[in-house]
């Protein structure tokens, strides 16, 4: 009965924002999640077939879950929605098979910085409605990275690679690694492709090869060609982002901070108060944290800017009541759809 009061509590709260609840169904095809994340996710996916041959499974995800909602609704016009429900992911050690939670989301923003704060302010006031009084709000935003990255000095395709793996902390680790020291190149291999190279430009680059076209890979080879990784820059690069990722103050520090790492290296950022939309650092049992690393390694890959969590001490220890952030490219990316400005939190239950 406890649990459901404040449900009901957070519910209301969130109602009286100008939120309307909508509800998701609780299947939708697999396509949707392995067309852009790839047959890996596969494994956690409760999926089956219907009577028309078409796979589907059990929601893995409920902000996938409304984002097809609206898209495939063909909706167009600002919309503030909620919803209550469980997710399910298979899990190895039996864990968080099902994840029971409230989500609120605001797709289609005019205004992207002024909904990210109505986000954010309206999860403070959840925290403190069902009765915690202090709470560490941690902030970060993952554009910070991807202008430091296009301000580095390495190939394009480096650049994609490290942009796309950010999250996945190990092997974004192992391509710093190979980054840094170019151990990843064997100089016989590297002369056996050459050797294909010179070959394949002599045959009909339509013909296809391994589900690839020659003239691809000729492309491909090209690029590496006339962009090459040397050990100097690479050394440099990756000791510029060690150092950006352990960026970590409190909030009101944080753009002085970051402006003073970007004139050390005279990457020429500045930054302003407006990556970080809060409306009133100064809250009773509110502590703002900022740092270059929030999310990471915590299976929140389709975020493309703000992102946060708020902690509160349960039980003796540490728990993420509250997370979220803005993830435009989740439709496009992820989903194939058109895209869509959005952002959102979810409640853990």
Known sequence: MKSKNLSNKILRLIKSKGFKNIELDPVLETKYILQR?????RKYLFSFYNSDGRELCLRPDLTISSLLRYAQNNINAKEKVFYTGSAFRKSYNKKNVVVKQIGMEIFSSKNENKDDKEILDTSIKIIKKIGFKKANVKIGNFKLFELLIKKLSMPQRWKSRLLKFYWNEKYFSELLKRLQSNSDIDPIVVAGDKKNYLKMKKENPNKII?????REIIERYERK?????TVETG???VK??????KIKCSLKDAPKKLNTFYKKYNLNISVGKDFFPISNLKQKGINFEFSTSNGRGKDVEYYSSFIF????RFKNSIKTLVAGGRYNDLTSK?????KIPAVGAAINL
């Open 37 to 41: 994340s790839g047959e890996n996710i």
């Open 210 to 214: 391994a589900g690839r076209s020659y």
């Open 240 to 245: 510029i982002i060690r150092e950006f990722l």
């Open 225 to 229: 060609i006339n962009d090459p990784r």
């Open 334 to 338: 992820i989903l194939g759809l058109k």
């Open 309 to 312: 969590s708020i902690e509160v």
């Open 235 to 237: 050394k440099y690069s």
